[in-house]
């Protein structure tokens, strides 16, 4: 696989490079081994970034040297890739809107992977076929162990929470951050921007009063120590989080996974809630997407 390749993908043409650099030193995963997991991973993860922005978390030189977010795509992207102009007022890089490409096909999650963008995130809200931003879709919260607590912590967490959410009327759906951490989800339908943070600060502040010794809300640093964080800022619409399927920048390839419930509440060891892309694709041979919940329209926030 050494040099450039020209494939067709779904009609488009694309020029593949550097396919036998490793990005993974710890494993030797290759960035040909990443644009194979996202090719076969993309029937169950396209439909959770369609019509979504997306930011790329690229690593050309791979996971051991420093990556970079990116939200401009314009500068690399093909004609034929899809890109919508976002309003970015305060933005780091001074712009007052970007062009973030939103990858609904094969063909642009692959070009996607051959720029080493080895993690994608969007946020809770789609675009409309103008490149308005559409209300929020998705509740999220993102569970965050500070240690010495683990994805174990997060899965106790995890489990009360779900408790309270399906006593709102929400089906809850989770997957690991990949990382750390756990992220929780449910499809819904707000009435304004604000909404899903206002109720998932809520509940998170009821956790952190019943569970004090496990659950913090409060984002000082200094707070979570032997606890979950609660991140509900996470739905700010100003803000992204790791894609469903996503490869993540950890020493090896390891891959924000949408788990059961059984399993989380099985999880007794960090090792019990992580996955490899590889075993991502066994998984969804196995299980399918366990995200689907998410693609079909939520209920009004109570």
């Not at 488009?12 to 494993?27: A, H, I």
């Not at 700010?236 to 020493?251: D, F, G, H, I």
């Amino acid at each position: 696989m050494a040099g450039d390749v020209l494939v067709q993908v779904e009609g488009q043409r694309l020029r593949l490079s550097n396919l036998d650099k490793v990005l993974y030193p710890e494993d030797g995963f290759t960035k040909g081994e990443v644009i194979d997991y996202y090719s076969r991973i993309a029937p169950v993860m396209l439909p959770h970034l369609a019509e979504r922005p997306v930011t790329f978390r690229r690593f050309p030189d791979g996971v051991g040297k420093a990556g970079f977010f990116e939200k401009n795509a314009s500068r690399h992207a093909p004609e034929w890739v899809r890109t919508v102009t976002i309003d970015t007022p305060g933005s780091s890089t001074g712009a007052e809107s970007l062009d973030f490409a939103v990858l609904g096909d094969l063909a642009s999650l692959v070009w996607a992977a051959n720029l080493a963008g080895l993690e994608l995130h969007v946020p809770q809200w789609t675009v409309g076929p103008r490149g308005a931003a559409r209300r929020p879709d998705r509740l999220v919260f993102d569970l965050d162990p500070g240690a010495p607590a683990t994805i174990v912590e997060c899965a106790e967490v995890a489990l009360r929470l779900r408790e309270l959410l399906v006593a709102d009327g929400l089906e809850v759906v989770a997957k690991t951050s990949g990382s750390k951490g756990m992220q929780l989800y449910a499809s819904v339908t707000t009435s304004s921007a604000e909404r899903t943070s206002d109720y998932a600060k809520g509940l998170a502040e009821r956790l952190e009063e019943e569970l004090p010794k496990l659950v913090v809300s409060r984002m000082a640093k200094d707070l979570r120590r032997r606890k979950v964080f609660i991140d509900w800022s996470q739905n700010n619409p100003k803000k992204t989080t790791v894609a469903p399927y996503s490869l993540r920048a950890r020493p090896t390839p390891t891959v924000s996974t949408p788990v059961t419930w059984d399993e989380v509440a099985a999880c007794r060891k960090p090792a019990d809630l992580s996955f490899t892309a590889d075993e991502v694709l066994d998984r969804v041979d196995d299980h399918g997407d366990l995200f689907k919940p998410l693609l079909t329209k939520g209920p009004k926030l109570p």
